[in-house]
T-cell receptor, first 113, second 115 residues
Framework: DVKVTQSSRYLVKRTGEKVFLECVQD?????MFWYRQDPGLGLRLIYF???????EKGDIPEGYSVSREKKERFSLILESASTNQTSMYLC????????????FGPGTRLTVL | QKEVEQNSGPLSVPEGAIASLNCTYS??????FFWYRQYSGKSPELIMS????GDKEDGRFTAQLNKASQYVSLLIRDSQPSDSATYLC???????????????FGKGTHLIIQP
């Protein structure tokens, strides 16, 4: 069974804090993705990576950065958290080629106060 | 224009009837499409994918792709209360770096199956 895990289910941080969200997959997938999901806005792609140390901007990269030092791990970093980054964050992974399914992690509900 | 458009609903369908979910897409979206189901408080799970023009059937689900009209649909036959969920339409999208494709999602259609 494919497993995508995220470091926390719920996280509460203060404005200005640096926040790390971690994602780990155990299927040797090349691609890893970070999305945020908000009511009325749907799922939006923040960043993705197709290889170690490689990253691509998605639709809404502003205010975020990512790190992929190992194939199985993809981190999303909020350098200085703001209240408008309060959201559900979902990580996903897939094999490299276009026709493959993305598998999602359980999500992290981040609240920035 | 958003890359993938869906009617947010709610779409209410009686149990046992056919539920029809639709989405349209823009030129930026490639010809690979996916339907995900998302229960409240859970993450999306893939239920159907379609790459070629026409119909693809899997059990009670049929996905339809019409490239000329840039239209994708999902039919659920013999709808069950357990089918009540939000259905997300997604398509492959190239991003500026030229590496792997990402997925761009519609906002989702909330489906309610009435017992």
């Amino acid at each position: 069974d494919v497993k995508v895990t995220q470091s926390s289910r719920y996280l509460v941080k203060r404005t200005g804090e640096k926040v790390f969200l971690e994602c780990v997959q155990d299927m040797d997938h090349e691609n890893m993705f970070w999305y945020r999901q908000d009511p009325g806005l749907g799922l939006r792609l923040i960043y993705f990576s197709y290889d170690v140390k490689m990253k691509e901007k998605g639709d809404i990269p502003e205010g975020y950065s990512v790190s992929r030092e190992k194939k199985e791990r993809f981190s999303l970093i909020l350098e200085s958290a703001s209240t408008n980054q309060t959201s559900m964050y979902l990580c996903a992974s897939s094999f490299l080629y276009s026709y493959n399914e993305q598998f999602f992690g359980p999500g992290t509900r981040l609240t920035v106060l | 224009q958003k890359e993938v458009e869906q009617n947010s609903g709610p779409l209410s369908v009686p149990e046992g009837a056919i539920a029809s979910l639709n989405c349209t897409y823009s030129d930026r979206v490639s010809q690979s499409f996916f339907w995900y189901r998302q229960y409240s408080g859970k993450s999306p799970e893939l239920i159907m994918s379609i790459y070629s023009n026409g119909d693809k059937e899997d059990g009670r689900f049929t996905a339809q792709l019409n490239k000329a009209s840039q239209y994708v649909s999902l039919l659920i036959r013999d709808s069950q209360p357990s089918d009540s969920a939000t259905y997300l339409c997604a398509g492959r999208c190239k991003y500026s770096g030229g590496g792997a494709d990402g997925l761009t999602f519609g906002k989702g259609t909330h489906l309610i199956i009435q017992p």
